[in-house]
């Protein structure tokens, strides 16, 4: 009878449920870290009760039940991943020590690149003394040179588990060439020590980029116990409420997976729950009309954007998290410390920063009462009177302004020599302009028009500043949808099955612009793109799904020869690739460059190299949702239910009128100085803007 669907965030978990007239509820509950599936239950109790039901009386009813989770995230960022050892070909051992050059300054923006002679390399997930060089050597071209030396292998392998290491990833020079001695290596330690975690590059990413390829495989197994650790709670809790199928995981690819499956690549899981948002703006786009979308998903610690373009989601084909480059592809969402829990705090010479440490859901902000003693954003909503203090989570959860008023006067008013109000505001203002450059820098510096885009913003705090951010971006349109506030949770209930698989080229496969392809690229191009869409049939049939029935899309990544980094182009063409397909290929491919570079930055007279191909398989799982109304309150009456006093710059505290969002009808119209709650978030509308509500209940902001 009903489709869940959940967010597991750093701060709240989001719940959203579908019964079988496609009708939607909400729910929140805050996070429990310490014991992830207490918080999944209480927010699916949250959502349940919307209509009468509880956990444990709609689990059994459930005819599919999905999760997004930020539990690799954080394993990642905070280092509380496995004991973690590597192995490869002896001597290359200081791979993941040397990095490349690059690695420093992955996922660093311009303003904190001031000075790149110092930038600093991230730390390797695997310390020095748990790696270790096996006698073997396979050469570009897949031949075996040196065979692998077992009983050197077997004694290495014994030193790492005596250790005690608990997850071991395995990545030799070329193995993506011929995996032989890798799958040999992985046989020896599942038949000695049978309880390590076990990665091996041939397996999780068979591409060329040494260091990328080490670097990926070492941190999957570094992350995959903690995923196996939460799917087991998550599984066992569900199931024993009722949940009698496999549960099914968003992985950053924008889709779902089996958990038993995605516990075998837990780094395809790390931006799992924003990747949710992106695909139900999507979704959304497709409804109204729109395809050229930014979403914009401020939660509890961070604020992450993502670009739409011409109904696709941007996506790259690897993934940074913390500066590691990871060689799996994802959909992008780029993210800065700039959420409802992120810090303000004063530096040295007494300016006002943001970020981006966060205080999360423990102790959370010093409004939630327990235990917070510093200033946050949310803090600062609280003290201005955009949130409500006894409308949070619909009443569900009282907040203490005066305990808010008390941190960002202590904090940031008293040391400034300013009013409590004005520091509040001005925290207020520095976490909108942190937004408003990220949503230019995502835009304008890629080459994109933001006025030929719409802004839908969501999250928990997404509402509450896109009324002060947005006149700075200036975007064709701005929409909160109706499921604003569980707007990922919702999108991974929409999301479909989705799996990808890569494999690297023979080295310098070459097209030389204005020349016929070569046969032999055309056949080895084609007798790869076979080989990885037999994987992802196979794949597609362990989740229980027939392999015919998935669609399959190729991508190849294209680089000018001697460059060092590649740009990924769809292909768009019926399989076997012909050679008349290059041409359309080569023209994407310069398109896409000059997008990104500048006008005439492409060269006609350069070769190009194609380095890897991706196959991706898609297919929508049993039991998903097809059609999906507005959130049900079960509530009517008028929308305005009172006033409160309000901080506006040019006035001061002031009484405004307070609508009830729920309550407000389809061509619905609010004039600002206004605000309106909703159960999870609030929308301050600033004087003079206007808020439209349309036939679906999505709020259109007009600044």
Not at 321 to 330: H, T, Y
Not at 544 to 555: I, K
Request: hydrophobic share 35%.
């Amino acid at each position: 009878m009903y489709l869940i669907s959940t967010d597991t965030g750093g701060t709240f978990v989001d719940t959203s449920i579908v019964d079988a007239d496609g009708e939607l509820f909400v729910g929140k509950a805050p996070s429990t870290p310490h014991e992830p599936a207490k918080g999944l239950l209480e927010s699916i109790d949250a959502a349940a009760g919307r209509f009468g039901e509880s956990a444990s009386s709609v689990l059994p009813k459930c005819r599919l039940f999905v999760n997004g989770t930020t539990v690799t995230t954080n394993a990642l960022i905070q280092r509380k991943g496995t004991k973690t050892g590597f192995i490869t070909t002896a001597g290359f051992e200081d791979t993941l020590l040397i990095g490349r050059v690059r690695s420093r300054t992955a996922g660093l923006d311009a303003m904190e690149i001031t000075d790149y002679r110092h930038a600093e390399r991230p730390e390797p997930i695997v310390t020095r003394d748990l790696i270790r060089g096996v006698i073997e050597r396979v050469d570009y071209q897949g031949e075996v040179i040196a065979s692998l030396d077992v009983e050197h292998a077997t004694r290495i392998v014994d030193e790492l588990a005596a250790e005690g290491v608990e997850g071991l990833a395995i990545c030799l020079l070329w193995s993506f060439r011929n995996p032989v001695h890798e799958q040999a290596l992985k046989h020896l330690v599942t038949q000695r020590h049978p309880h390590i975690y076990v990665t091996t590059s041939s397996d999780l990413v068979p591409v060329i980029g040494e260091y990328e390829r080490a670097n990926t495989t070492a941190i999957n197994s570094f992350l995959g116990p903690t995923l196996q650790n939460y799917v087991r709670g998550v599984e066992h809790v569900v199931s024993s409420t009722g949940y009698d199928r496999e549960i099914l995981i968003m992985q950053s690819i924008g889709g779902l997976s089996p958990a038993s499956e995605l516990a075998e690549r837990s780094v395809t899981s790390l931006h799992s729950g924003p990747v949710g948002g992106i695909v139900a703006a999507q979704k959304l786009g497709e409804q109204l009309g729109e395809p050229n979308i930014i979403t914009a998903d401020m939660g509890g610690t961070s604020f992450d954007v993502g670009l739409i373009v011409d109904g696709s989601p941007q996506t790259a084909s690897q993934t940074i998290v913390e500066r590691n480059i990871l060689r799996v592809p994802a959909v992008e969402a780029v993210s800065i410390g700039a959420g409802g829990g992120s810090v303000a705090w004063l530096d040295e010479v007494g300016a006002l920063r943001l970020g981006p440490q966060s205080q999360g859901s423990f102790p959370g902000p010093a409004c939630y009462g327990r235990g917070g003693t510093l200033a946050t954003v949310t803090d600062a909503d609280v003290v201005l009177g955009y949130i409500s203090a006894d409308y949070f989570l619909g009443g569900a959860m009282k907040l203490d302004r005066e305990k808010a008023i008390e941190v960002v006067n202590e904090n940031i008013a008293k040391p400034l020599g300013i009013s409590v109000e004005e520091a509040a505001f001005g925290i207020y203002r520095i976490a909108n302009s942190h937004m408003a450059d990220l949503v230019r820098q995502m835009t304008i510096e890629r080459g994109y028009d933001p006025r030929t885009f719409t802004l839908v913003n969501f999250g928990g705090c997404g509402p509450t500043h896109c009324t002060g951010y947005g006149p700075e971006v200036d975007v064709k349109s701005s929409i909160i949808p109706a499921a604003a506030t569980v707007f990922s949770a919702f999108g991974i209930g929409q999301s479909d099955i989705r799996h990808f698989s890569s494999r690297s080229l023979r080295p310098m496969t070459i097209i030389r612009q204005g020349e016929p392809v070569d046969l032999s690229v055309t056949d080895e191009v084609n007798e790869i793109v076979r080989s990885l869409s037999d994987n992802m049939r196979e794949q597609l049939e362990r989740d229980g799904v027939r392999g015919d029935e998935g669609t399959f899309a190729v991508h190849i990544e294209l680089r000018y020869k001697g460059q060092t980094n590649e740009l990924t182009i769809p292909v768009r063409a019926d399989l076997p690739i012909a050679q008349a397909h290059f041409d359309e290929i080569v023209e994407n491919f310069e398109r896409q460059y000059e997008m990104l570079y500048g006008k005439g930055a492409r060269s006609t007279l350069s070769a190009l190299e194609l380095i890897t191909i991706r196959v991706d398989a898609t297919v929508t799982p049993p039991g998903s949702a097809s059609t999906i109304s507005q959130p049900r309150y079960q509530e009517s009456g008028d929308p305005l239910v009172g006033e409160r006093q309000v901080y506006w710059p040019d006035r001061g505290y002031a009484p405004t009128p307070v609508y009830r969002g729920e309550l407000l009808t389809p061509d619905e119209t609010v004039i600002g100085p206004a605000v309106i709650d909703t159960y999870g978030t609030t929308i301050p509308l600033h004087p003079g803007q206007i808020l439209e509500v349309d036939k679906t209940g999505n709020y259109y902001v007009r600044h």
